[in-house]
């Protein structure tokens, strides 16, 4: 019968997890499962850490709004709401600690690490598909958009140089962040990939690289000296994590 089975999405297989399959495709599902090992390892995760989070947050489901959620605030900013709505938020990303990084104390209140990674992929999505006004500051014009966004940001801001990753800076702009201003510089390949760079002051001390990805866009954030970086791009944690780790080492030289 196994041959006979439409192959399953994984749409259907996150469906499948939240029970939220059509009934007629169940049994599709489950033979696919049991055809394919890695698969039924993935979704076997997949619940691992539903349980996880149902068992840490499922108590504040009882619990009365704080005023810092009310209706109108959030009709003005519905992706802080996002950001602090525990179980639908964190249940987004798939963490290099997976469910041990929810084991670890993980707590209501959205962390330095979730508000910059949440913005900065926000803000990825939103610009790497324009064409025409993907920056505010071309490339170009690399001093000008070093010292306006280091004067707007509170720190002196250097570009960094990738071309040894075979990425061009198209640019720039000024972006919210979670606690101050934020820069956000974008650059490409000559494929057109796209990676963009989320640098604003963070007040935190962790500075260890923290991995997480959305949908097909993954991230890596880590902080140093005060300041918080995300390098977002195409899920490719390879390449993610060697783009990463170049600038990183530029902007430890620089002081941040």
């Known amino acids: 019968m196994t041959d006979r089975i439409i192959p399953v999405t994984e749409d259907e297989l996150h469906a499948?997890?939240?029970?939220?399959?059509?009934?007629?495709?169940?049994?599709d599902v489950e033979a696919w499962l049991a055809a394919h090992p890695?698969?039924?390892?993935?979704?076997?995760?997949?619940r691992a850490m539903a349980e996880a989070l149902h068992a840490r947050y499922d108590?504040?489901?009882?619990?009365?709004?704080?005023?810092?959620?009310?209706?109108?605030?959030?009709?003005?900013?519905?992706?802080?709401?996002?950001a602090g709505a525990i179980a639908a938020t964190l249940a987004a990303f798939v963490l290099g600690g997976g469910v041990g990084w929810f084991a670890h104390g993980a707590a209501a209140t959205p962390s330095t690490f979730q508000n910059f990674t949440l913005?900065?992929?926000?803000?990825?999505?939103?610009?790497?598909?324009?064409?025409?006004?993907?920056?505010?500051?071309?490339?170009?014009?690399?001093?000008h958009l070093q010292q306006w966004l280091s004067k707007r940001v509170g720190y002196e801001l250097k570009?960094?140089?990738?071309?040894?990753?075979?990425?061009?800076?198209?640019?720039?702009r000024l972006l919210p962040g979670p606690q101050a201003p934020a820069a956000?510089?974008?650059?490409?390949?000559?494929?057109?990939?796209?990676?963009?760079?989320y640098?604003?002051?963070?007040?935190?001390?962790?500075?260890?690289?923290?991995y997480a990805t959305h949908d097909i866009d993954g991230a890596y954030f880590w902080a140093d000296r005060g300041v918080g970086y995300v390098l977002s791009g195409p899920t490719d944690k390879d390449r993610l994590s060697q783009v990463a780790r170049l600038v990183y080492d530029q902007t430890e030289k620089s002081g941040g």
């Open 59 to 82: 108590f504040i489901l009882d619990e009365a709004v704080p005023p810092r959620l009310d209706i109108e605030r959030l009709t003005r900013q519905p992706r802080k709401w996002i």
């Open 38 to 46: 890695e698969d039924a390892q993935r979704v076997a995760s997949w």
């Open 16 to 27: 499948f997890v939240d029970n939220e399959l059509p009934a007629e495709r169940h049994s």
């Open 159 to 172: 570009a960094p140089e990738l071309d040894a990753t075979g990425l061009k800076l198209v640019g720039g």
């Open 199 to 210: 640098t604003s002051r963070a007040a935190t001390a962790e500075t260890q690289m923290r």
């Open 119 to 143: 913005d900065a992929l926000d803000a990825h999505r939103l610009y790497v598909v324009e064409v025409r006004h993907p920056v505010e500051v071309a490339g170009s014009e690399r001093a």
């Open 184 to 197: 956000f510089l974008m650059y490409e390949s000559a494929s057109g990939e796209r990676f963009t760079l």
